[in-house]
């Protein structure tokens, strides 16, 4: 666990992480101690126990999160939305705080639908909670091994994924996001996906129209021409896996 004093009792207000404090955000826990990181994910003490990841790759997962997102990151040093659109950076930047969002651990079993099927958002689509000063978005990491293993993109890009649809930054009904038969190019239009291969994928393997949907969004001046080169314009009629395991994947 890290180590590190106790938060003010304004943390979200000030802005401070790095530090503990009280919340009973997590279901089935009650009030407990849960560790603020630096720059506003509140996490259940459980994930520091969890046997599928150690705490310093969640840690690091968030860190890695904070650094798509941060507006003053550029590609180039391991940021993205700072170049493609910084508009969004900024408000997903601050969104971590006003959103409230935090990461739960609970108790999960493997026969809970693992990552890849359908029913992805079923284990971890972020749950409101009613908290006293609003809700807060939780990200819940139930059978979440299988989303981790190499096929996808690992645990920075998972919850980077989850963390958008906290933000509310969907595009697409959730039936159609769910969906492994939609079509690619319906595929394409979908915002979170879009935006999680943007920032986690090499051009080549992200498509055009999801780089015009990442860079659009919440701004009044899109980057379209970051969009012009380098990214795939091929439409078929592969399903979404195609985007993740290349031809001849079937699922
Ligand atoms: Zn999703």
């Known amino acids: 666990m890290p180590e590190a004093g106790n938060c003010p009792a304004d943390w979200r207000a000030k802005k401070q992480g790095g530090c503990w404090a009280e919340t009973s955000a997590f279901k089935d826990e009650g009030p407990v101690r849960a560790y603020v990181a630096r720059r ?15 705490a310093g790759q969640m840690l690091g997962a968030l860190t890695e999160v904070s650094r798509k997102i941060n507006p003053d990151v550029p590609l180039s040093r391991g940021g993205c939305l700072a170049t493609y659109n910084p508009d969004w950076a900024r408000k997903l930047t601050a969104q971590v705080w006003s959103r409230r969002v935090a990461v739960e651990c609970p108790a999960w079993s493997a026969s809970q639908t693992p990552c890849g099927e359908e029913t992805v958002q079923s284990r971890a689509f972020p749950r409101e909670t009613g908290g006293e000063n609003g809700p807060d978005h939780l990200i819940v990491l139930e059978n979440v091994s299988p989303c981790l293993k190499s096929r996808n993109l690992g645990l920075p890009a998972f919850l980077f994924h989850e963390f958008l649809h906290a933000a509310g930054a969907d595009s697409v009904p959730l039936s159609q996001h769910d969906d492994p038969e939609v079509s690619q190019y319906a595929f394409a239009r979908d915002r979170v996906y879009g935006t999680e291969f943007l920032c986690f994928l090499s051009k080549a393997k992200v498509n055009a129209v999801q780089c015009r949907e990442a860079v659009s969004y919440e701004t009044a001046h899109p980057r379209y021409d970051l969009c012009r080169k380098g990214f795939s314009t091929d439409f078929t009629s592969n399903p979404p896996a195609y985007f993740l395991e290349g031809p001849g994947a079937s699922r």
């Open 40 to 54: 506003g994910w509140l996490i259940d003490p459980r994930c520091f126990r969890d046997s599928r990841f150690s």
